[in-house]
C-alpha cells in the first residue's frame, strides 16, 4: 500500500523558513521518484518540485527557484522540501507526491493528504 504522510506545515511570517517532510512507506520510495505540489485557493494545483529516484536530478519551479530546495534521505525513505524566503504567494496546500518510475518526469499517481502553509505580515 502507498502511503504518504506530509508533516512541517504552519504559520510563517514572511521572509522566514519552513522545512517539509513526507514520510513514504518503503515500498513508495523504493525506485519512485518524488515531487512536491501546492494549490492556493482558487488556484489550480501547481508543480513546485521533485527529485528523481537516485537523487541526481531535481527540478523547481521558476518562482521558487533560488528559495526551495528538494531532497531526500532513503535511509528514512523521507523527502524535504527546504523553503526560505517565503512570501505570500506561497500560501497553499502542499502536496507529497510520487509517481512509478525514477524519472521525476511524468504522472504523479500516489499523493500525500496535503499540509497548510500560511505566510502571514
Known amino acids: 500500500q502507498v502511503r504518504l504522510v506530509e508533516s512541517g506545515g504552519g504559520l510563517v511570517q514572511a521572509g522566514g523558513s519552513l522545512r517539509l517532510s513526507c514520510a513514504a512507506s518503503r515500498r513508495t520510495f523504493s525506485g519512485n521518484a518524488m515531487g512536491w505540489f501546492r494549490q492556493a485557493p482558487g488556484k489550480e494545483r501547481e508543480f513546485v518540485a521533485a527529485?528523481?529516484?537516485?537523487?541526481?536530478?531535481?527540478f523547481h519551479t521558476d518562482s521558487v527557484k533560488g528559495r526551495f530546495t528538494i531532497s531526500k534521505d532513503n535511509a528514512k525513505s523521507t523527502v524535504y522540501l527546504q523553503m526560505n524566503r517565503l512570501g505570500h504567494r506561497d500560501t497553499a496546500v502542499y502536496y507529497c507526491a510520487a509517481r512509478d518510475g525514477k524519472s521525476w518526469r511524468g504522472i504523479y499517481g500516489y499523493w500525500g493528504r496535503g499540509t497548510q502553509i500560511t505566510v502571514s505580515s
Open positions: 527529485i528523481s529516484w537516485s537523487g541526481d536530478s531535481t
